[in-house]
């Protein structure tokens, strides 16, 4: 666990340096997509994922397609919603699917959006690098006062698809003030309104677009 956290930080070293920089102009750095794919041999254990996701993200189409983004030309198609059983459930949830480059370019913003993690509370454990939920339990186990304490379990029926986009924009304008490619392309993305169900073209709510790679990053910030 030692080696895999030192390993995780030599990685995201880059995340520190040209702060200046859009979040664009550092995707598009071979270095920064060298260093996000050390990160995702990692974590991802899906082979035929990563090979993909290491082809497209390794190429000059990925490039070719940040700077389109950057340019405002969001090519990006639109996604195809899912439902699909939550684990250890007879529930459902509902998620959104992009194309596989699409999917893959996100993964690259998400990893990129972790550079802004000191956002967030210390006291926020989803979807953060380095730590989980997991995480919040041992710190409180390890409070000899816990056993005169009470813990409470409460859930948002269906958090992800809840989210309010006028606030969510509102949030992402204000974060993204300077990055307006960033600013322009989320809140472009996030205002869309249409997926294809069954296939058939919906117009209708999307939230914060479950399922994709960057949703975390959108529901951390809600």
């Not at 090979?51 to 000059?60: A, I």
């Not at 250890?88 to 913003?109: C, H, P, Q, V």
């Amino acid at each position: 666990k030692y080696i895999y956290r030192r390993k995780i930080l030599g990685v995201l070293q880059l995340m520190l340096t040209d702060e200046k920089l859009s979040m664009f102009d550092k995707m598009k750095r071979a270095d920064f997509r060298a260093a996000f794919m050390e990160y995702k041999n990692i974590r991802l254990d899906n082979e035929e994922i990563r090979q993909q996701t290491e082809e497209y993200v390794m190429s000059e189409k990925c490039v070719e397609d940040i700077n389109r983004l950057q340019a405002g030309d969001y090519y990006f198609s639109i996604p195809i919603r899912r439902m699909i059983p939550k684990n250890n459930s007879n529930k459902k949830r509902i998620i959104y699917r992009f194309s596989e480059d699409e999917t893959a370019l996100m993964r690259l913003m998400a990893y990129a959006l972790q550079g802004m993690d000191d956002l967030f509370s210390n006291g926020l454990f989803s979807f953060r690098r380095g730590v989980s939920a997991k995480d919040y339990f041992r710190i409180r186990k390890a409070n000899p006062l816990i056993k005169d304490c009470y813990a409470i379990k409460a859930d948002i029926k269906s958090y992800g698809n809840s989210l309010n986009i006028e606030i969510l924009t509102g949030k992402i304008r204000s974060i993204f003030e300077n990055d307006p490619a960033v600013r322009d392309f989320f809140t472009w993305l996030l205002n869309r309104r249409v997926f294809i169900d069954k296939g058939e073209l919906v117009y209708g709510d999307t939230a914060g677009l479950p399922g994709c790679p960057i949703h975390n990053f959108f529901t951390n910030i809600y």
